[in-house]
């Protein structure tokens, strides 16, 4: 048979060891949020730009949207066609999101995958966000 008081000090331990693995988890969320910030204000968002403006030069209508957190390229003629990156800080650890919407006649194909991992989100430079736009924008632009 089960020894109660062992059992109460096992479930006292793993309570202790989840508070403990829960705060650690908060502080290394925390810290990517804030480097995500960052990045998304600094490197991101400028490509962004300079994407929306060359594509509304050759007559793709598309406008920047950064909502906190994320930041989304959306076509002016349908809502539904966009890319947005965002954090998913529910993942350990936290991961950079693309979500790829697209309406095709009636229906709306969407496309959720990792960009980069928490520990990378920071060093990502301008000429890899450009690589990565240009790669995701290419089924709204094939005409």
């Known amino acids: 048979m089960v020894d109660i008081a062992d059992v109460r000090k096992r479930v006292r331990l793993t309570i202790e060891q989840s508070r403990k693995y829960a705060q650690e988890r ?6 990517v949020e804030r480097e995500i910030i960052a990045v998304l204000e600094h490197v991101v968002t400028p490509v962004f730009r300079a994407v929306a403006a060359a594509l509304k030069a050759e007559g793709y209508l598309f406008r920047v949207l950064t909502p906190p957190g994320s930041i989304r390229l959306v076509a002016e003629t349908k809502e539904e066609n966009f890319i947005e990156l965002r954090l998913d800080s529910m993942r350990d650890p936290p991961v950079l999101m693309v979500r790829v919407s697209r309406a095709w006649g009636r229906r709306v194909l969407v496309d959720d995958k990792t960009v980069r991992d928490g520990a990378s989100i920071a060093n990502w430079t301008e000429d890899e966000v450009l690589v990565f736009l240009l790669r995701e924008i290419q089924p709204f632009v094939e005409r």
């Open 26 to 31: 908060r502080d290394r969320v925390a810290l």
